[in-house]
C-alpha cells in the first residue's frame, strides 16, 4: 500500500501516519480540555488587553447560557458571528459551540446582498454584529430569519477607561460606525450579564454533529455553506497539530492572529490548534494597517505566525518589518493563496524562519497538505499530505493518474465536510460517494508524494491550445524588483482565442511597460508572454487578502461589452 502513499516514506521524525479520531466527542470537550489545563495561562489578547483561558471558560459558559437559557435556542439551530478579531470573537464562538449551536461565520466586509443571501440561506436564527457593520444587517435583517441580535463595539471589553474611548473615538473621530437603528438589539456585555444566570447546558455532543456553515464560494458565484461536522474539525486540529506539534511546547507558545478568524484557516489555526495546545494568540483586528500592525509585532515575543503570500509580502514592504525580534518565530505558515518564491526568498532572509507553504480548502475543514516545518528554503510545493489524508491526482475522466502527471488534485480524509447545506446537486458535483472531493485545482505529485499546485481549473488561460497558468506568469513577474503585486488574467483574443494581461502595483514608480515587457520577453516563453499590461495603484482583494483575478476578468468582460 505504501506505494499508493509515497509522502509518508518522507514524513518528518515524530509525524504519525494516522490520527485518533476519537480523542475528542466533540469540539467542546477539546475547549473544556484547554480551559482546564491552561486555566491561568493567557488565550487572546487584543489592543493590550488580555484574557486567560479561565476567563474565556467563563465568558464563553456566560453566552452559552444567554443563548440557551436567555434566547431558548436548541441543538443545531444557527447562529451568525459578523465580527473580526475581537475579544468578543472567540467568547461567541466557543460559547455557542458548548451550547451545541451551529456556527455561521460572516464576513464583516458584506454587503447588504451578500449578508441576505447569507443569513436567508443559513436559516441562521440569531446574530453578534459589530457595531461598524450593523448598519448592514440594518438593511436586511427584517427579510431573514433573524430573531436575535446582539451588537457590540470594538472597545467593550477592553476595561475602563480605554474601551469607552476606543469606541468614542472610532465613532466620532474616525466616523467607523455608520449610525443604524436596530431596536430589538441587546449589547454584548448585557447578554453574557444575563447568560451568568442560567447554567451551561448539558448538550449530547456527538462527531456527526454540524459545528460549522462555512460559506465559500463567493469567487465563483453563489456562496454555499460548506456542512463542517464536529469530527472534521476534531480532524483537522489534531492531523495540523501533529505536524507542527513536534516543534512547540504547550502552554509557551504565542501566536500572532492577523488572518480573521472568520476565514476557516485562521479558525482552525487560532480557533482550535492553537487553543488545544495553550497558546496565547495576540489578535489582530485591523492587519491592513501595516504600520500599525508591525508595532504590534514588536511588543510580544510571537513564535507562530499564519498567514497568505499579501500579508507576508505586505509586512517585508514595510519600513519598520526589519527592525522587529525574530529570535522566537518557529513557524511562519502560508496559506489560503499560492505563495510566490521571491515574497517566500525574502521572508527567510529577513526572519530567518522558512515560510512553509500549506494548502486547504473550506471544504477540507482547511489542511491537506503542508510542507515540513524543518524545511531548509522555499520549494514550490504545497507539501505532503498530512496524516489520515489520501490525495491523488486524477484525469478529466476521473481515472487515478501516474506520478509526474498533471491533473485535478483529489482529496479523501476525515476533514472532508458533509457536503453542503441544502445543495444536494452541487455536493453531487465536488463529492463522490468514495468520499474524494474535486478541489478544482490543477496539480501534479512527485515522487516523495510533494504536491504541486499548477493552477486553478478556471483560472487558466488558453492560449492558442496552450495552457498558461497565471501562477507561474505571476511568479515570474514578482521576480522583477520594480514589481510590488500582479495578477494575471486572460483576454480574449481574435487571432489565439485569448492572451495573458498583467495587472500590476510597481514598487518602483520608474517601471515602464516596454522594460516589464521586455523582462517578460527574457523569460517567459512567447504564448505566456503579456500582450497588455496595465498599472493599478491597488489590486481588488478578498477578506483575507487573496487577489481576486475573477474581479479583474469580469471587469475586461464589461468592458469589452460596453464597446
Same mark, same amino acid.
Given at each position: !500500500?505504501?506505494?499508493?502513499?509515497?509522502?509518508?516514506?518522507?514524513?518528518?521524525?515524530?509525524?504519525?501516519?494516522?490520527?485518533?479520531?476519537?480523542?475528542?466527542?466533540? !469540539?467542546?470537550?477539546?475547549? #473544556?480540555?484547554?480551559?482546564?489545563?491552561?486555566?491561568?495561562?493567557?488565550?487572546? +489578547?487584543?489592543?493590550?488587553?488580555?484574557?486567560?483561558?479561565?476567563?474565556? %471558560?467563563?465568558?464563553?459558559?456566560?453566552?452559552?447560557?444567554?443563548? @440557551?437559557?436567555?434566547?431558548?435556542?436548541?441543538?443545531?439551530?444557527? *447562529?451568525?458571528?459578523?465580527?473580526?478579531?475581537?475579544?468578543?470573537?472567540?467568547? =461567541?464562538?466557543?460559547?455557542?459551540?458548548?451550547?451545541?449551536?451551529?456556527?455561521?461565520?460572516?464576513?464583516?466586509?458584506?454587503?447588504?446582498?451578500?449578508?441576505?443571501?447569507?443569513?436567508?440561506?443559513?436559516?441562521?436564527?440569531?446574530?453578534?454584529?459589530?457595531?461598524?457593520?450593523?448598519?448592514?444587517?440594518?438593511?436586511?435583517?427584517?427579510?431573514?430569519? *433573524?430573531?436575535?441580535?446582539?451588537?457590540?463595539?470594538?472597545?467593550?471589553?477592553?476595561?475602563?477607561?480605554?474601551?469607552?474611548?476606543?469606541?468614542?473615538?472610532?465613532?466620532?473621530?474616525?466616523?467607523? *460606525?455608520?449610525?443604524?437603528?436596530?431596536?430589538?438589539?441587546?449589547?454584548?456585555?448585557?447578554?453574557?450579564?444575563?447568560?451568568?444566570?442560567?447554567?451551561?447546558?448539558? *448538550?449530547?455532543?456527538?462527531?456527526?454533529?454540524?459545528?460549522?456553515?462555512?460559506?465559500?464560494?463567493?469567487?465563483?458565484?453563489?456562496?454555499?455553506?460548506?456542512?463542517?461536522?464536529?469530527?472534521?474539525?476534531?480532524?483537522?486540529?489534531?492531523?495540523?497539530?501533529?505536524?507542527?506539534?513536534? +516543534?512547540?511546547?504547550?502552554? #509557551?507558545?504565542?501566536?500572532?492572529?492577523?488572518?480573521?478568524?472568520?476565514?476557516?484557516?485562521?479558525? @482552525?489555526?487560532? /480557533?482550535?490548534?492553537?487553543?488545544?495546545?495553550? =497558546?496565547?494568540?495576540?489578535?489582530?483586528?485591523?492587519?491592513?494597517?501595516?504600520?500599525?500592525?508591525?508595532? #504590534?509585532?514588536?511588543?510580544?515575543?510571537?513564535?507562530?505566525?499564519?498567514?497568505?503570500?499579501?500579508?507576508?509580502? /505586505?509586512?517585508?514592504? @514595510?519600513?519598520?518589518? =526589519?527592525?522587529?525580534?525574530?529570535?522566537?518565530?518557529?513557524?511562519?505558515?502560508?496559506?489560503?493563496?499560492?505563495?510566490?518564491?521571491?515574497?517566500?526568498?525574502?521572508?527567510?532572509?529577513?526572519?530567518?524562519?522558512?515560510?512553509?507553504?500549506?494548502?486547504?480548502?473550506?471544504?477540507?475543514?482547511?489542511?491537506?497538505?503542508?510542507?515540513?516545518?524543518?524545511?531548509?528554503?522555499?520549494?514550490?510545493?504545497?507539501?505532503?499530505?498530512?496524516?489520515?489524508?489520501?490525495?491523488?491526482?486524477?484525469?478529466?475522466?476521473?481515472?487515478?493518474?501516474?506520478?509526474?502527471?498533471?491533473?485535478?488534485?483529489?482529496?479523501?480524509?476525515?476533514?472532508?465536510?458533509?457536503?453542503?447545506?441544502?445543495?444536494?446537486?452541487?455536493?453531487?458535483?465536488?463529492?463522490? %460517494?468514495? /468520499?474524494?472531493?474535486?478541489?478544482?485545482?490543477?496539480?501534479?505529485?512527485?515522487?516523495?508524494?510533494?504536491?504541486?499546485?499548477?493552477?486553478?481549473?478556471?483560472? !487558466?488561460?488558453?492560449?492558442?491550445?496552450?495552457?498558461?497558468?497565471?501562477?507561474?506568469?505571476?511568479?515570474?513577474? !514578482?521576480?522583477?524588483?520594480?514589481?510590488? #503585486?500582479?495578477?494575471?488574467?486572460?483576454?480574449?483574443?481574435?487571432?489565439?482565442?485569448?492572451?495573458?494581461?498583467?495587472?500590476?502595483?510597481?514598487?518602483?514608480?520608474?517601471?515602464?511597460?516596454?522594460?516589464?515587457?521586455?523582462f517578460c520577453r527574457d523569460n517567459l516563453t512567447g504564448y505566456k508572454r503579456p500582450k497588455y499590461i496595465e498599472f493599478r495603484d491597488a489590486l481588488p482583494k478578498s477578506n483575507v487578502g487573496k487577489i481576486l483575478r475573477r474581479e479583474l476578468r469580469d471587469e475586461k468582460k464589461a468592458a469589452a461589452g460596453a464597446h
Amino acid at each position: !500500500m505504501s506505494n499508493a502513499r509515497p509522502w509518508l516514506d518522507h514524513y518528518p521524525e515524530g509525524i504519525p501516519a494516522e490520527i485518533d479520531l476519537n480523542a475528542y466527542a466533540s !469540539m467542546a470537550a477539546m475547549l #473544556e480540555e484547554a480551559f482546564q489545563r491552561f486555566r491561568d495561562r493567557p488565550a487572546f +489578547a487584543n489592543f493590550g488587553k488580555q484574557l486567560s483561558y479561565g476567563q474565556i %471558560d467563563a465568558y464563553s459558559r456566560q453566552f452559552a447560557g444567554y443563548l @440557551t437559557g436567555t434566547l431558548k435556542l436548541g441543538k443545531g439551530d444557527r *447562529v451568525a458571528i459578523m465580527l473580526p478579531n475581537v475579544l468578543q470573537y472567540p467568547i =461567541a464562538l466557543f460559547g455557542a459551540l458548548r451550547a451545541g449551536l451551529v456556527v455561521v461565520n460572516t464576513n464583516p466586509m458584506y454587503t447588504a446582498r451578500e449578508l441576505k443571501h447569507q443569513l436567508e440561506d443559513s436559516g441562521a436564527k440569531a446574530i453578534v454584529v459589530l457595531d461598524n457593520f450593523a448598519s448592514t444587517l440594518q438593511q436586511v435583517v427584517a427579510e431573514t430569519a *433573524v430573531k436575535h441580535i446582539v451588537t457590540t463595539g470594538i472597545g467593550d471589553l477592553l476595561g475602563f477607561p480605554k474601551g469607552p474611548l476606543v469606541n468614542f473615538v472610532l465613532k466620532h473621530v474616525k466616523k467607523m *460606525v455608520p449610525a443604524y437603528r436596530l431596536p430589538q438589539a441587546v449589547r454584548f456585555r448585557d447578554a453574557l450579564a444575563q447568560g451568568a444566570a442560567h447554567p451551561l447546558p448539558e *448538550v449530547q455532543l456527538g462527531h456527526d454533529d454540524i459545528a460549522f456553515l462555512q460559506y465559500t464560494g463567493g469567487t465563483t458565484g453563489v456562496a454555499k455553506g460548506a456542512m463542517l461536522t464536529h469530527a472534521n474539525m476534531i480532524a483537522n486540529m489534531l492531523q495540523v497539530g501533529a505536524w507542527i506539534g513536534t +516543534a512547540l511546547k504547550p502552554g #509557551e507558545e504565542v501566536a500572532i492572529g492577523a488572518l480573521p478568524m472568520y476565514h476557516i484557516f485562521s479558525l @482552525t489555526a487560532c /480557533g482550535m490548534v492553537f487553543v488545544r495546545l495553550g =497558546a496565547h494568540t495576540q489578535l489582530i483586528t485591523n492587519p491592513r494597517d501595516m504600520p500599525g500592525f508591525v508595532k #504590534e509585532l514588536k511588543k510580544v515575543p510571537f513564535s507562530i505566525l499564519p498567514g497568505v503570500n499579501t500579508l507576508f509580502n /505586505g509586512l517585508l514592504n @514595510t519600513p519598520e518589518f =526589519a527592525g522587529v525580534d525574530f529570535s522566537h518565530l518557529k513557524i511562519s505558515l502560508g496559506g489560503g493563496m499560492a505563495v510566490q518564491r521571491s515574497v517566500a526568498e525574502r521572508w527567510k532572509r529577513v526572519t530567518g524562519c522558512t515560510l512553509a507553504e500549506a494548502y486547504g480548502l473550506t471544504e477540507t475543514s482547511p489542511g491537506v497538505c503542508i510542507n515540513p516545518i524543518g524545511l531548509k528554503d522555499y520549494n514550490g510545493s504545497i507539501g505532503l499530505p498530512i496524516p489520515s489524508t489520501n490525495v491523488a491526482i486524477w484525469s478529466e475522466d476521473n481515472q487515478p493518474l501516474p506520478i509526474g502527471e498533471v491533473g485535478e488534485l483529489m482529496v479523501q480524509g476525515p476533514q472532508v465536510m458533509r457536503g453542503y447545506w441544502n445543495r444536494a446537486d452541487e455536493t453531487a458535483k465536488v463529492l463522490g %460517494d468514495d /468520499g474524494w472531493l474535486h478541489t478544482g485545482d490543477i496539480a501534479k505529485m512527485d515522487a516523495s508524494g510533494y504536491v504541486y499546485i499548477v493552477d486553478r481549473k478556471k483560472d !487558466m488561460i488558453l492560449v492558442s491550445g496552450f495552457n498558461v497558468y497565471p501562477n507561474e506568469v505571476e511568479d515570474t513577474v !514578482m521576480q522583477n524588483p520594480g514589481v510590488a #503585486e500582479v495578477a494575471a488574467v486572460g483576454v480574449p483574443d481574435e487571432h489565439s482565442g485569448e492572451v495573458v494581461k498583467l495587472f500590476v502595483v510597481r514598487k518602483d514608480p520608474g517601471l515602464t511597460e516596454e522594460a516589464l515587457k521586455q523582462f517578460c520577453r527574457d523569460n517567459l516563453t512567447g504564448y505566456k508572454r503579456p500582450k497588455y499590461i496595465e498599472f493599478r495603484d491597488a489590486l481588488p482583494k478578498s477578506n483575507v487578502g487573496k487577489i481576486l483575478r475573477r474581479e479583474l476578468r469580469d471587469e475586461k468582460k464589461a468592458a469589452a461589452g460596453a464597446h
